[in-house]
T-cell receptor, first 118, second 110 residues
């Protein structure tokens, strides 16, 4: 099956620092990657959609200058949380979709990254 | 009104019971319906995938979609303690963003 990895799995940082999270599709080419945020007892909230080689599309209310997304290749997307603050502490999950995978709208999720900002 | 409504539970059942998980939705454009299982502190994993109305069975799991009622269900037969997780319904109209339910937390008691 399609495998998506995320790194790091957990990060603790001081307020004001920037954190980069990597999302990789290991055995397929991901034409589209999605970044979600999940707060405790809440559903997955889509932050942005990125297509390889183009700028990400951000959901309403998500600051594009704070959450920088780079989808540089068909197997790698990165999310950088700039100048992180305690309210950015959350579980960040990426997912990937590849046209070659069954040809349908199926997303494969990474294991998630738990960010804690002190 | 949320696009997708799902009871967050928690739902506790004894081992071996049949579990019924449900979601309702309001967007008639949704055509693809998914169920994901998420263990604590892990990413969601796809369990079932259904297009349009009808039933789909995979082992102990059965997914049902009733588009006329805008209602989807996931049934788990012979539930096991290892089934204890949060189950999220998800749906989309096509190559668009996927909308998730809040998830139902299930606990299967040995």
């Amino acid at each position: 099956g399609a495998v998506v990895s995320q790194h790091p799995s957990r990060v603790i940082c001081k307020s004001g620092t920037s954190v980069k999270i990597e999302c990789r599709s290991l055995d397929f080419q991901a034409t589209t990657m999605f970044w979600y945020r999940q707060f405790p007892k809440q559903s997955l909230m889509l932050m942005a959609t990125s297509n390889e080689g183009s700028k990400a599309t951000y959901e309403q209310g998500v600051e594009k200058d704070k959450f920088l997304i780079n989808h540089a290749s068909l197997t790698l997307s990165t999310l950088t949380v700039t100048s992180a603050h305690p309210e950015d502490s959350s579980f960040y999950i990426c997912s990937a979709r590849g046209e070659a995978i069954r040809g349908v709208n199926e997303q494969f999720f990474g294991p998630g990254t738990r960010l804690t900002v002190l | 009104q949320k696009e997708v409504e799902q009871d967050p539970g928690p739902l506790s059942v004894p081992e071996g019971a049949i579990v019924s998980l449900n979601c309702t939705y309001s967007n008639s454009a949704f055509q693809y319906f998914m169920w994901y299982r998420q263990y604590s502190r892990k990413g969601p994993e796809l369990l079932m995938y259904t297009y349009s109305s009808g039933n789909k069975e995979d082992g102990r799991f059965t997914a049902q979609v009733d588009k006329s009622s805008k209602y989807i269900s996931l049934f788990i037969r012979d539930s096991q303690p290892s089934d204890s997780a949060t189950y999220l319904c998800a749906m989309t109209g096509g190559y668009q963003k996927v909308t998730f339910g809040i998830g139902t937390k299930l606990q299967v008691i040995p």
